[in-house]
């Protein structure tokens, strides 16, 4: 292990470190030049776009604000692409949560400071599905773990998973640190997972993601068996009707896959753009997984609960095509719990216009917009045990927001709803 | 006798203080009281120990990236530590030292440490005595 530091800078790199481009991109290039050496690093890279994480009050508290603050005051500007990470609560209708008055001044602070900084206040998990969209093979410095994997995976683009700070620092001096996954090395599958059971609904991808994220950490997860369409950047395919519904469910695989294991990258053979381009993309020598039956991820996704009292679907935040498919399944009833809807500012827009907000909110549901259950102060609201369809909630609900989980398909998440009950 | 242990700089800086040494990771949000600087996770070794004005040992960070945060707050309350010893750093604790100002060695072997030493950073060197 070398003590010395191997990161070679620019010239224009040291001026901007000595602070000739100001005290706020001196800040943040310290910030990417830190974790460059952490990570061993030989050089910075420039970024095509950013999402930046640390958002919610309830996790930046007090501590977090004042940094933004004082950040923002010495200058710090955005100076390529940022989205923003979903907030403590709905930024318009926060009431309607039950957030409290105290609460939402916080929250509305911290999103003012970062909107202060050039970073584009829209708040979402999902920043690839309104218009942030990367380029295959861009360098990125995306915080949130589950669009981390999204970028990487689906995309092709390169990104490691940041935590807040390296994300905005990256935002201001428009460079990270050139390691992990921005190189070709750290892409290669560790792992070849084998399906050999039916994997078809949402749910069924998203227990798939929790059991092979448990067993491969943060490995390179090569999956083989999946049955769907080709995806990646290309306009065309992200119009095709076939995938954009694979990329709904790569999105859960995803998320799941990173929130029960640190994945930040997989590749789906024939699926994924890199595993299309290099068939012999996964080595030969890796350990394998076969999966045989998804029962077991369900079970471990289950609490013993039968009694809800909250129902939340879109974690990630839902694409359109998944508000068309909730809306549909609950036109006409009438819903028990509470039930959420998760999804961003401008899907939330698209579904408005299509009349699906106000079927959700005639059976009784709320559609809620820059937030979600992972982040939200749910210690502060009455509810107990969640069902979802998410793996990623299913897996975060007890540890982040205290409530026990259901987890299965949509249509049993809306039956709960109706009848406040478990449909086991 | 002094000893002098030679690591990999990770935020810069001269310091010197009592070593404060945990031989478990330490996680800033939630396991450090960021107005007083006492280690408040329960059933931690190092469990209602302050950590202002020590030198902080210790192998590794541990949980959410907002610990960088406490950091920077424990430094405007002037309650953070003199300098950081790492087996091994990783982002948290890295960068919230940097931003609370706090310098940072790692790579150094921390089992020869103990509680109560006087520990004097300079550079990539740590002096021990």
Known sequence: MSTTSLLRLTSEEEALLAGEGGEAVRRAMQIVVTLGRIYDAERLLPVESVQVAGVSYRNLGDAGLEFLRDWAAQGARVTVPATLNPAGMDMRDWRRMGISDEFARRQDEIVRVYAAMGVWPTCTCTPYLVGNVPSFGAHLAWSESSAVCYANAVIGARSNREGGPGALAAAICGRTAAYGLHLDAGRVPTHRVRVRCEVRSPDDFGALGYWVGRQVGGGVPYFEGLDLPAVGAEPSHAMHPEAAVAGDVLKLLGAALASSGAVALYHVRDVTPEARALPDLCPDDVPVIDVDDLAPARAALNADADAIDLVVIGCPHASLAEMRRVAAGLRGRRLRTAFWLTTSRRVRDLAEAEGLVATVEEAGGLVISDSCVVIAPMSELPYRTVATNSAKLATYALGHAGLRARFGALELCLDAAVTGRWPA | ?129
């Open chain 2, 1 to 129: 006798m002094a000893t002098i242990l030679r690591g990999r700089v990770i935020v810069a800086g001269d310091a010197q203080g009592v070593a404060l040494v945990s031989d478990r990771p330490i996680g800033f949000l939630g396991g450090v009281d960021p107005d007083t600087g006492r280690i408040v996770e329960p059933g931690h070794p190092l469990e209602g120990e302050s950590v202002a004005g020590r030198v902080l040992v210790f192998p590794t960070g541990k949980g959410s990236t907002v610990g960088s945060y406490i950091l920077y707050r424990l430094a405007k309350a002037g309650r953070a530590p003199a300098a950081i010893v790492n087996a091994e750093s990783e982002p948290i604790v890295a960068v919230g030292a940097l931003i609370a100002g706090i310098p940072v060695i790692d790579r150094i072997d921390i089992s020869g440490l103990v509680t109560g030493q006087p520990l004097t950073l300079r550079g990539e060197e740590l002096i021990v005595g």
